[in-house]
C-alpha cells in the first residue's frame, strides 16, 4: 500500500464547477504539499500545509491532521486548471531530513 | 518561472553509456533536491543536498551520484543506463532544510534510453 494515496485517478469536470480532490496519508507527517503538473510537465507548488486551510483565488486546500487527510478544491473550475494534481507529504523521518513522498497524482480536464 | 534552470532539457541516449544532468537553484536558495518522474513508479525522491553536503538520500540507484557545489549547483551523474531509467529527471530548490519550504521546481531534464 502507498503511503500517500490519491482519489480519484482521473476528473472530467464542466467549466464552472466545484472540484475536489482527496489525498490520504498513512503516516506521521511534519508537512503536506499540494503540486500542479502542467500538461508540459513543469511543476508548481501550490500549497504547503502543517494544519487548517489555506487559500490562494480560486483554490482552496484542507488538512486533518488526525483523519490523515487533506483535500484541494477548485471553485468555479476553468479549462486552464487542466492539469496533474499531485500531494505529497514530508514525512516524520526523525532524522532532520525532509524528503518528500508523493501520491500518484489526479488528472483534471476542464471541458469548456 | 520558478528560477531553477535544468539543462539539457532532453537527452537521447544508448544504454551503458553516462550522462550528467545540471541544476542551479534559485537564487539565494541553500538546498537542492532531484527527483525521477517515470510512467510507472510517478514522483520519486533521489538525493537531497544542503549547502554543498549530502542530507539525505532516497530511492536513488549505485549506478546514480550527485554533488552540490561551492557556488551551489548541483549535477546528477546516471552511469551504466538502462532502458528503465528513461524518465524525467526534476531538480528543485528550497531556502533551507525543512518540511515547511516551499520547493521551486526545474523544468525537468527528459532523458531517454535507446
Known amino acids: 500500500k502507498n503511503e500517500v494515496e490519491q482519489s480519484p485517478q482521473n476528473l472530467t469536470a464542466q467549466e464552472g464547477e466545484f472540484i475536489t480532490i482527496n489525498c490520504s496519508y498513512s503516516v506521521g507527517i511534519s508537512a503536506l504539499h499540494w503540486l500542479q503538473q502542467h500538461p508540459g510537465g513543469g511543476i508548481v507548488s501550490l500549497f504547503m500545509?502543517?494544519?487548517g486551510k489555506k487559500k490562494h483565488g480560486r483554490l482552496i486546500a484542507t488538512i486533518n491532521i488526525q483523519e490523515k487527510h487533506s483535500s484541494l478544491h477548485i471553485t468555479a473550475s476553468h479549462p486552464r486548471d487542466s492539469a496533474v494534481y499531485i500531494c505529497a507529504v514530508n514525512l516524520n523521518s526523525g532524522a532532520g531530513s525532509y524528503q518528500l513522498t508523493f501520491g500518484k497524482g489526479t488528472k483534471l480536464s476542464v471541458i469548456p | 518561472d520558478s528560477g531553477v534552470t535544468q539543462t539539457p532539457k532532453h537527452l537521447i541516449t544508448a544504454t551503458g553509456q553516462r550522462v550528467t544532468l545540471r541544476c542551479s537553484p534559485r537564487s539565494g536558495d541553500l538546498s537542492v533536491y532531484w527527483y525521477q518522474q517515470s510512467l510507472d513508479q510517478g514522483l520519486q525522491f533521489l538525493i537531497q543536498y544542503y549547502n554543498g553536503e549530502e542530507r539525505a538520500k532516497g530511492n536513488i540507484l549505485e549506478r546514480f551520484s550527485a554533488q552540490q557545489f561551492p557556488d551551489l549547483h548541483s549535477e546528477l551523474n546516471l552511469s551504466s543506463l538502462e532502458l528503465g531509467d528513461s524518465a524525467l529527471y526534476f531538480c528543485a530548490s528550497s531556502v533551507a532544510v525543512s518540511p515547511y519550504n516551499e520547493q521551486f521546481f526545474g523544468p525537468g531534464t527528459r532523458l531517454t534510453v535507446l
Open positions: 500545509l502543517s494544519s
